[in-house]
Structure formats: C-alpha cells, structure tokens
C-alpha cells in the first residue's frame, strides 16, 4: 500500500507501541481520538493497560504507593480496545465526556471511576478554558501524515482538532485500515474562539464547507509516530423490530401532517440522529417515503443513512464521525468515490454546535429512558442513580432543534418497567426542551400544552396499557390534592414506582 508518513521529521519517530505507551506518566490527562467505536487509537490504550496491569500487580500495599491511572478524555465512546481494556486493569481514574462500554459502566456505577458526562458540544470550549486542566499527551488515530506534518484525519473528528492544539505531547497512530480516500472528506473549522472575542460560525446550510481538510500539528510536539491496521470496532446492524417500526411510522405521519399544515418544508429540515435500532428504524422508514433530497446535520453517519444517501432520499449529510456496521464499512469502501463528496464529517463542536442547530432548525431524534407526564425526559440513569451512557449529544440538539422528539418503547425488561412514570428519576432534557414524545403506543405533540395538558396528552398517547390506569390514577390524585395546581404531583409517591421496582421486579401496582 501507499505510504501514508510523508513527513520526514514525522517518519523518524515511528516506534512500537508499547514503547509509545511507555511516554504517558502515570497520573496524566490523556486526550484520545475516538467517537462512537470510530477512529480511536487502537494499539496505544492496549499497550498502556498491559503496562498499568503490570506495575499495579507489583505496588506492595504496605507502601501506601497509588495504583497508575491516568484521566481519559475522549469524542464520545470508543470500543473495547480502548475504554474496555483501560477499565478492567482499573486504570482511568476519570472519564470524560461519554461512555458505552459495559465495563467502564460498571466502574463508574460502583464508584471506582469518576465520569463527568457532558453535553458534546461544549468538551473543546471547556478544555480550551482550561476547566478539565492541562492536557498532558494526545493519542490521535490519522490515516496519513502530509509532507509539511498536516494530518489527515481518520472515520472521526470528535475532539482531534482541540486535544491536537491542547495537549503538550502528542502520539500519533496511523491506520493503514483506513480507507485513504477519507482524504479531503474532513472540513476543520479553525474560527472558533472564547468569549468575548467569539464571531458568528457562518455556516447556513449542511453542505458548506467553513474549515479546512486536514488538522495542523505542531510537529515539534509529536513524540511517536506509531503503525497500526485494525478496523473500527463496526457494531453489527440489528434489523428493526416490530416496535422500532411502529415508532417509525407515528414519527412518519407526523411528518407528514406538518408538512400539510405548512410547518415543514417538503424536504424536511436537517436530521440528526442518534445511534440505535429505532433511530435506524426511522431512517429505514423515511427512505421508503416519497422523500427526496433530504439533508442531515448529525453526529454520526450510520448504515440508514448510507442507505439513504444511496438512493437520493438524502442528499447530504454532515456528522463528525461514522458509525457503521461490517457490510456498512465494506459498502462504503466499495462506493467511497460516490460517498466522498456527499459527506462531510467535523469537529464535534461544530457538529453539535448549539447556534448552528438553532439556525438550520434541526430536527432532533434521539432515545429516552424514561420520560414523566409532565415531559421531562431521563436519557442517562438507571433508577435514578446508575449511568447508562451520558448525555451525548441529545441535549446539543434537543434544546436547539426546530423539533425534538424523544422516542421508546413504551415498557422495558420485559414489560416490568413504564417508559411513562409519574416523575423522572433523573433529568436530562427538562419539559421546556422536549417537544415531541413517541412510543409504539403513539405521538404526543407537547409544543403549546400545560403541564396538566401535556399530562393528559402523554398518558392517553405514550403510555402502555398495562400502566395507563395506574398513571391516570396517579395524575387524577395529584390534581384532586390541591397542593398545586401547575405541575400537580404527590410528593411521597412521585418516585415510588421506581422504589417499588426495587423492591418487587415490576412498577406494576
Ligand atoms: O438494556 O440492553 O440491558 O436490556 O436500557 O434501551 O430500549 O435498547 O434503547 O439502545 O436506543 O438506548 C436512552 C440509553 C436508549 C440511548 C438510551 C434499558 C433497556 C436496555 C437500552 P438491556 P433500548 P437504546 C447521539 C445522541 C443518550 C445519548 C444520546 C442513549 C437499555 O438512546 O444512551 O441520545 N441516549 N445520544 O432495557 C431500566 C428503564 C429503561 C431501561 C431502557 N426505564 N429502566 N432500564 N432501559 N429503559 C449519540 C451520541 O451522543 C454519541
């Protein structure tokens, strides 16, 4: 294959990988490459946790020596060979902003690891101001190093661009599994600033290229240069279920009765959607519609979408990384020239910029774990207190859409849990953010309702059968209190369907 180190100063550091991962100190901020199981490091973090494993098994406990751990600062999630390894030798101390993987989960929900889970946007800004504190190393997977030391950025962007400018140190990993022709399909906004010197990001349509191709990279700061040739971590693709269909369809209708109503263009307005079976489902059921030329201002480009953009239902799509399943990836191997000027991937601060999703009025699709009466949606925790995953960027979105809407099953494990609870047990998106909610029961349009309205609105289109009864009791009880009759609820039982849970199996009264 081509060579893809072309900068000479760059060639001379190319080392092993475990020599790579002898250059990060323990304790150190580590910024890595990655974003939904797309264009991490693959052969560093490996390397690193062998060695973490190592000198923790020899710390004699009398010492009163710590454990070696470093902090690790991502896009999003990455895959098993990155946040899986470095959690099972225990060796993140703390993880930011987003997660997915079952066993960082299980550190962080028993305490052993610190996770701060952020609203995607706002990482770059933060690290630029210097709230998470000094980037020590960057590890950033690339397809290629250009002759002047440019990089050519891999199946993410995430947050390279901020990690690259902010970190003393940088490794870099070049994958030669990477398609090359990846090349060019990159657009690196370098305008960005922090207040109060911030300028309007002029970028009004999704097609629009603002930035540049490549990442600049300070060459002085690159201590290894390390070869890998390993594929991304490709989720396989589950065929959509009954119920994911049945969401679809409500989702449809509604479409199109908003564009009967004039509240919609025929084209839509630009998508963005999170990963899944539902999601993906929504796409599978747009793609069989009448559209044509629909746009996408997304995170994440997934099999759907390929799908779409291959049949002209979708006519672009702007995202800051793939997330594709195997035949996904060999699809786009095997059509990149037809792909390459129909995508465009960016920086996740771009991507997922709140003035950005507000001008082009976004529509927001994403997941929820639970949802209240009154609208208030739970995407993170588990009974109140266990981390799934983190917020994503479903708040970037939801908050600044034109539409947000918010979908689910209407029950969970199998029926024992309502998605519709008389109170969240955590909150993500408050009710003043979710304008849409859909199960496969049906649709509740919230925008313009009360509380009491949206109540009414959610029980009779959202909630499953089994739990209707119980809820409208729940609601009519608050009501008749006359505590408050704005948001009506009874205090000692908001969250005992959650408690009740706990203690028997089943939210069933
Ligand atoms: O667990 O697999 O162990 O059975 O939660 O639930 O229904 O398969 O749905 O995979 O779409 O995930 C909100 C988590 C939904 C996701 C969430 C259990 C359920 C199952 C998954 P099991 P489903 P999904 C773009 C936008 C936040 C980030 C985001 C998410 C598991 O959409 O992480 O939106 N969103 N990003 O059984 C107990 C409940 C439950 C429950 C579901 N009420 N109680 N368990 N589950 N509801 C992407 C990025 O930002 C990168």
């Known amino acids: 294959s081509k060579a ?47 060695r973490i494993k190592e000198h923790n098994t020899q710390i004699d406990p009398n010492t009163g020596e710590k454990p070696f751990r470093i902090n690790v600062w991502t896009g999003a999630s990455t895959a098993p060979e990155l946040d899986g390894k470095l959690a099972e030798v225990d ?10 993987d079952p066993i960082c989960r299980d550190r962080i929900n028993t305490g052993k690891m610190n996770y701060v889970d952020l609203h995607l946007s706002e990482v770059a800004p ?44 940088i490794i870099l990993e070049v994958n030669y599994k990477q398609n090359a022709r990846l090349e060019g399909m990159h657009d ?19 097609a629009q290229r603002i930035g540049e191709a490549y990442l600049r990279c300070d060459t002085d700061k690159v201590i290894a240069v390390v070869e890998t040739n390993s594929p991304d971590r490709n989720s396989p693709f589950k065929p959509s279920d009954e119920v994911s269909k049945r969401i679809a369809e409500h989702i449809l209708a509604f479409f199109e009765d908003e564009i009967k109503r004039g509240r919609l263009p025929a084209e839509l307005l630009p998508l963005q959607s999170g990963v899944g079976n539902i999601p993906n489902a929504v796409l599978e059921a747009l793609d069989s519609g009448p559209y044509k030329n629909l746009t996408s201002y997304t995170e994440v480009i997934q099999d759907g979408m390929l799908k779409m953009l291959k049949s002209g239902t979708l006519a672009m799509a702007s995202a800051t990384a793939f997330s594709l399943s195997p035949e996904g990836i060999e699809e ?24 950005i999703a507000r001008r082009l009025g976004v529509i927001a699709m994403n997941g929820l774990i639970e949802a209240d009466i009154y609208g208030n949606v739970n995407s993170t925790h588990i ?50 953010d979710v304008k849409i909610i859909v199960t496969e029961q049906g649709l509740a349009d ?24 119980q809820l409208r009791d729940y609601f009519e009880r608050a009501c008749a209190s006359g ?20 203690e028997t199996g089943s939210m069933l009264a």
């Open 4 to 50: 893809r180190i072309l900068c000479p100063v760059l060639k001379q550091k190319v080392m092993s990988a475990e020599a790579a991962a002898a250059l990060i100190p323990a304790g150190a901020n580590v910024g890595m490459s990655g974003f939904t199981g797309a264009g991490y490091p693959k052969a560093v973090p490996n390397a690193l946790a062998e």
């Open 91 to 100: 060796g993140i101390e703390m993880r930011l902003p987003f997660q997915s």
């Open 126 to 169: 933060y690290a630029w101001s210097g709230f998470f504190g000094n980037m020590d190393v960057a590890v950033i997977e690339v397809v290629g190093i250009r002759e002047d030391g440019s990089l050519i950025p891999s199946s993410s962007l995430g947050n390279n661009k901020v990690w690259i400018e902010q970190a003393d140190k």
């Open 188 to 206: 690196v906004y370098y305008g960005t600033a922090l207040p109060p010197n911030r300028k309007p990001i002029m970028l009004t349509d999704p």
């Open 332 to 355: 786009f191997d095997k059509n990149i020239e037809f792909y390459r000027n129909k995508i465009l991937l960016r920086p996740q601060d771009i991507s997922n910029h709140p003035e």
């Open 383 to 432: 009974m109140g207190s266990r981390m799934m995953n983190g917020i994503g960027g479903s708040g970037d979105f939801a908050r600044n859409g034109y539409l947000s809407i918010f979908m689910s099953p209407s029950t969970a494990k199998g029926g024992s849990i309502s998605a519709i609870v008389p109170m969240v047990s955590h909150v993500d998106h408050t009710e003043h």
């Open 446 to 469: 919230l925008r313009g309702l009360s509380p009491r309205q949206r109540a009414l609105e959610i029980i009779d289109k959202c909630a499953h059968p089994d739990f209707k009864e």
């Open 483 to 502: 505590r408050g009759m704005h948001t009506p609820h009874l205090l000692n039982e908001a969250l005992s369907w959650h408690q009740r849970f706990e």
